[in-house]
């Protein structure tokens, strides 16, 4: 295998080629000039320098390779749309139809549970339709999965969709990072009572997923949902945090129709004054907070054998523990 990882310099793409690495495959990082390339250099990873804006840079980074791991995206609930789009559509078609040209064996596309809707989930499979919700970055998944499937089954090249729900580990920076600043202030608040299920993904559970999707032939052509499994809910997870991080547990809580207003109330007026600061609630977040998000992980454990390997508790003790060495902990 000769892989190239799009967001290498990410949070999924840095795990992905730091496991890549060890497993001894021939991997080349695709980041930008701009990027913190300090760890993919001491891992001794091939850099190509470039950006999914600019085909010429994929061209080349794409030449002489088997494998395609596409994990480059922007990841945010209130970046430009405009520039979602062109990253998350434009880049993902440049890369494919360049994959197409050099007669990539495989390419692996990390997408997002998110392209199934903001409502509540019960056990939802791959077979669930697509739902736009007018958030950027969710519409823009749901188009990127399309053309995935099109290079797949109208052009011929060989693709596998995994689907992730929350990712959480050692270097995250969306997601834990935000609810560690909330509880270390001791302003975490539950929005109902914390009973719903949440789709946890731990990385190292997700870069197994992937790795699997890459050496499985038969793997060719699906989508997987990819979460920890179990029935973890808001309120175990935040009181699993503070039990390894020995901070007190929250006890205050919103009631679910008030926090819909105020996600309306706190989105319109940042859309109104045009603020670049993502509010203090809006509909990722609520997602988050107060939705039940139960997926159904069967199919890729009958296909693939997946077995999450990492359960909640060892996962946030890894997570806390490389925040804290790391000096993060601190700087939240």
């Known amino acids: 295998m000769k892989a190239l990882v799009t967001g290498a310099s990410g949070f999924v793409g840095g795990h992905l080629v730091e496991r890549l690495k060890k497993e001894g495959v021939d991997v080349t990082a695709f980041v930008r000039k701009s990027s913190d390339a ?4 001491e891992w001794g990873v091939s850099l190509a320098y470039g950006d999914l804006e600019d085909k010429q840079s994929i061209e080349e980074a794409v030449q002489g390779k088997t494998h395609v791991f596409h994990c480059g995206a ?4 209130w970046a430009d749309p405009e520039l979602i789009r062109k990253i998350n559509i434009d880049g993902t078609q440049a890369l494919l139809d360049i994959s197409l040209k050099h007669k990539i064996e495989k390419f692996i596309h990390v997408s997002s549970l998110a392209v199934l809707g903001m409502h509540d989930h019960h056990q939802t499979n791959e077979h669930a339709p697509y739902e736009k919700t007018g958030d950027a970055y969710c519409d823009t998944k749901i188009e990127a999965e399309k053309i995935v499937q099109k290079a797949c089954k109208k ?5 596998v969709i995994v689907r992730p729900g929350f990712i959480y580990g050692p270097r995250d920076r969306q997601f834990l990072p935000r609810v560690f600043k909330f509880l270390k202030a001791g302003e975490f608040m539950y929005i109902g009572d914390g009973q719903k299920i949440l789709n946890l993904t731990n990385i190292n559970n997700l870069i197994e997923a ?8 038969s793997a060719m052509g699906q989508i997987y949902n990819v979460t920890d499994g179990g029935d ?10 503070c039990d390894v991080a020995d901070l007190p547990k929250p006890t ?3 009631p679910l129709p008030l926090a819909k207003v105020l996600c309306a109330l706190c989105e319109a007026y940042a859309k109104i004054t045009k603020s670049k600061e993502t509010p203090l609630l809006n509909r990722a977040r609520m997602k988050f907070l107060a939705l039940n998000l139960d997926f159904d992980i069967s199919k890729i454990k009958k296909d693939l054998n997946y077995q999450p390997k990492v359960d ?3 996962g946030i003790e890894e997570t806390i523990q490389w925040f804290q060495e790391s000096g993060k902990w601190n700087e939240l």
């Open 74 to 77: 922007v990841v945010s609930d």
């Open 232 to 241: 973890v809910t808001r309120k175990k997870l935040i009181e699993t945090i």
């Open 38 to 41: 300090t760890l993919l250099k």
């Open 210 to 217: 992937i790795i699997l999707a890459a050496n499985t032939p």
């Open 312 to 314: 909640l508790r060892k």
């Open 252 to 254: 205050k809580s919103l």
């Open 155 to 159: 052009q011929g090249l060989p693709t």
